[in-house]
């Protein structure tokens, strides 16, 4: 478990060198499990906490799904489900027991589903999974670098029987039945964006090229909030100015109106109340660190409706929404065999999403995957 931790914070320190190690146009076998051929390791801040993290991906035994623990944590891992998922703003965060909460699984988590890895051991420590870029890019190249590994076991993916919804007072995610994993996602709250739309269906190849690239994205009056609360402005501003800045903030967005693409319409008959089981989750009560590691190059910048520095795609933001969304969709613990269609997605309703369609067992069942995806070198 584990070697030596070096190099600077944010740089892959150590990757794992695979002998199955897959590229493009490499059919998989298609119905079995797979895992990694290697390990690797990660060192960098988190997005939220600004710590250094250390994040140690394994290889697992088949059915031992993604699972995760704390270096302070002796042995057990926790299955990364939608059961131990806790409330968290702006990030994905999971209860590890006596390990404590993990923050910002969700990139790695969609990397891991879209690469077509069943089975993973991740062990961690800082308390959050390394912002790196704000993008699933990096933990692509390394999970394609460490390659891929056949299992001697079935690999099932959740097969949607009928439509199915869940709504907040600001958008929707939907469920409808599909012989493959694909979506349809919109947004209209990006500020001076207008509404954005992507769609697609989600093979390996396609996340890594027009998805995992798409970075964190933050306006710049948010972030700049955020920095007057840190530790150092509370230590070098009086309170007096840091409190006239902060409200000074919140004049500087930019809003312009919505000109893209129409969005998908919620549709009433299949709409599911959420539990208060759920309910009880979506809602963050308790204070946390909030984007302490936020800087230019780790988030992308939005300013006035544009990304300093310039945008990876014309229509990035929904990119990265899809990335979350998937992300967060993995924490159903298999393939999700379904059109999802999702406007203004959160975390905690896509959250939501996954707890309440794992209630209704009526609603979908586990089928042999068709076509095990194929994994992409970097
Ligand atoms: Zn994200």
């Known amino acids: 478990m584990g070697g030596g931790i070096g190099g600077e914070a944010g740089r892959h320190v150590r990757e794992g060198r695979g002998k199955d190690r897959c590229g493009h146009g490499r059919a998989a076998s298609g119905e079995d499990q797979a895992t990694l051929a290697a390990p690797f390791e990660v060192v960098g801040p988190g997005l939220h906490t600004g710590r250094t993290c250390r994040v140690i991906v394994e290889p697992a035994p088949p059915d031992f799904g993604i699972r995760f623990r704390t270096l302070r944590q002796a042995a057990d891992f926790t299955p990364a489900t939608w059961r131990v998922r806790v409330p968290s703003r702006m990030s994905t965060a999971l209860d590890l027991g006596a390990g404590g ?19 993973a051991a991740v062990t961690v420590a800082g308390g959050e999974i390394p912002i790196l870029d704000g993008s699933a890019g990096p933990w692509c190249g390394l999970i394609g670098r460490a390659g891929l ?18 709504s907040d007072a600001h958008g929707f995610v939907r469920g409808e039945p599909c012989d493959r994993c694909c979506v349809d996602v919109s947004t209209d709250r990006m500020p001076g964006f207008g509404v954005l739309r992507w769609s697609g269906a989600i093979d390996p190849e396609t996340f890594r090229s027009a998805i995992a690239p798409s970075r964190s994205f933050g306006n710049a009056s948010v972030l700049w909030r955020a920095a007057l609360r840190s530790r150092l402005a509370t230590r070098l501003l009086p309170p007096d100015l840091r409190h006239r800045l902060w409200l000074r903030s919140f004049h500087s967005q930019t809003v312009t109106g919505c000109t893209g693409p129409t969005p998908a319409e919620p549709r009433p008959e299949c709409q599911h109340p959420i539990s208060p089981w759920t309910l009880s989750r979506m809602t963050v009560t ?8 936020a800087r230019p190059g780790r988030v992308a910048v939005v300013l006035g409706g544009r990304i300093l520095g310039g945008a990876r795609f014309p229509d990035e933001p929904v990119r990265h929404r899809v990335l979350d969304l998937l992300g967060d969709l993995a924490l159903a613990g298999r393939p999700l065999r379904a059109r999802i269609v999702a406007n203004c997605p959160t975390h905690a ?23 095990a995806p194929r994994a992409s070198a970097a």
């Not at 993990?102 to 891991?112: D, I, K, N, Q």
Request: charged residues 20%; aromatic residues 6%.
């Open 286 to 293: 308790a204070p946390e660190p909030l984007l302490r590691g």
């Open 349 to 371: 309703l896509t959250f939501a999403f996954v707890a309440e369609l794992m209630a209704r067992p009526e609603l979908w069942r586990l089928e042999p995957a068709p076509a």
């Open 149 to 166: 590994r056949r299992q001697a076991a079935a690999r099932h993916a959740i097969a949607l029987l009928a439509p199915f919804e869940v």
């Open 101 to 119: 909460r993990l923050r910002t699984v969700e990139h790695l988590m969609a990397s891991l589903a879209s690469c077509g890895i069943d089975n």
